[in-house]
């Protein structure tokens, strides 16, 4: 029987709000870089952080910053590793984005709407609205046609990867929540980890119920 804990592929020290949210909801998890370590935890988390190596997705660097490419390997090998054994996948914020960038998709690295999305040193807050096709998607489920959520990024998805779909969008039209159609992979734009009180807290645990290992 696969582990119910978590495994958050990141470096110590910048994750540690996802930890403690995690602690919050007492489940247990492992913060590694090894991506033979993640594979004993039954589900991945994949942290937001700096930007995606942009050759990664066929472009130039045409707006990014705070690029750690060694990280990024690490967290598109054992994202490969999860979806390969089909074991539940949540993406937050760069998570989201490298979901979409293993599937085949690209980033804007730098959207227009920037100024209404980025860290100004704390995070923005805007709605984002159901975008879904049907009402069995999570963004639904959890939160109906409309949430209020935290910002914290200057880039978006571009083009959807292969199998994915988004479920929420920006009034802007940014895609801010996305779900593959056949596996257990999920991702939002904002930071569910830091608004635990506002929604956060229903997001981590429809993740563990909805996708349970047991």
């Not at 033979?36 to 952080?49: I, N, Q, S």
């Not at 060694?70 to 089909?86: G, R, T, V, Y």
């Not at 040193?121 to 959520?149: C, E, I, K, N, P």
Request: net charge negative.
């Amino acid at each position: 029987m696969p582990s119910p804990m978590i495994a958050i592929v990141g470096r110590t020290g910048d994750v540690h709000n996802y930890e403690n949210a995690l602690r919050i909801l007492e489940i247990p998890y492992i913060t590694t870089l090894t991506v033979e370590k993640a594979a004993l935890a039954g589900r991945l988390l994949l942290p937001g952080g700096g930007d995606i190596t942009p050759a990664f997705f066929g472009q130039h660097n045409c707006g990014s910053h705070d690029i750690d490419t060694e990280l990024d390997i690490i967290q598109l090998q054992a994202l490969d590793l999860f979806m390969e054994q089909k074991k539940p996948v949540l993406g937050i914020c760069k998570g989201l984005q490298l979901i979409n960038v293993h599937l085949g998709g690209t980033i804007t690295q730098h959207i227009e709407s920037a100024d209404l999305h980025k860290w100004t040193g704390r995070d923005q807050q805007h709605y984002v609205y159901h975008s879904g096709l049907d009402r069995t998607d999570f963004f639904y489920q959890l939160y109906g046609t409309s949430a209020q959520v935290n910002s914290a990024h200057h880039q978006a998805v571009d083009r959807l990867g292969n199998g994915l779909t988004a479920v929420c969008r920006s009034g802007d039209n940014i895609v801010e929540g996305i779900m593959h159609t056949s596996l257990p992979v999920i991702a939002v734009q904002w930071h569910p980890e830091r608004m635990m009180d506002s929604g956060g807290e229903q997001l981590f645990r429809y993740f563990l119920a909805a996708y349970s290992t047991s």
